[in-house]
């Protein structure tokens, strides 16, 4: 008789670990609905902002966190939300701490971090970006060096070049 319990404790174990095994494997995380929808280079805006483009793949809108993280230092979570299967463009503020850290004329590799709360709740994840602060245009003058003296200036082209330092 004892022999027939074993038998029976012994398959109802191996039943019990199939079903439980059975639904771990249906129950997947989440996949995420939004990605950055434009380019991975973001430029820095005189009001030490940047524009993300975020795209929704779902078929419900999306709505959620960004921030932007840079050199281990993050910038204030702004909230988003995109209408389904189309693009918007989000404007994340960078923070002094982050501003900071791109003198004009820099680049350097960070990352959006963004945590979705609809259509479905995704854990926080990040996607690499390169972040810029371009420095300003140069004039035209400055750039083709073509400046010609006129009627009203008071100096030659060759006295005016002598006190070029470029």
């Known amino acids: 008789m004892s022999g027939r319990r074993a ?3 012994s398959s109802l174990a191996v039943a019990a670990a199939v079903l439980g095994l059975g639904a771990l494997v249906a129950c997947k995380p989440a996949t995420p609905a939004v990605d ?3 380019p991975r280079l973001l430029a820095v805006a005189a009001d030490d902002t940047v524009a993300v483009s975020l795209s929704c793949a ?3 809108p999306c709505s959620g ?3 932007v993280r840079l050199s281990g230092r993050n910038g204030p979570v702004v909230t988003y939300a995109v209408p389904a299967g189309s693009t918007a463009s989000v404007t994340v503020p960078l923070g002094s701490s982050i501003a900071e850290l791109l003198p004009t004329g820099t680049t350097l590799l960070g990352e959006v971090r963004i945590t979705e709360r609809a259509p479905a709740a995704v854990a926080s994840r990040g996607i690499s970006v390169f972040v810029a602060n371009p420095a300003p245009p140069t004039s035209k003058a400055y750039r083709e060096r073509n400046w010609t003296p006129t009627a009203f200036d008071s100096c030659s082209a060759e006295l005016h070049a002598s006190y070029s330092v470029v």
Request: net charge positive; proline share 0%; hydrophobic share 25%.
């Open 7 to 9: 038998v029976r404790r």
């Open 36 to 38: 950055i929808g434009g």
């Open 65 to 67: 966190e960004t921030r």
């Open 58 to 60: 779902g078929t419900a």
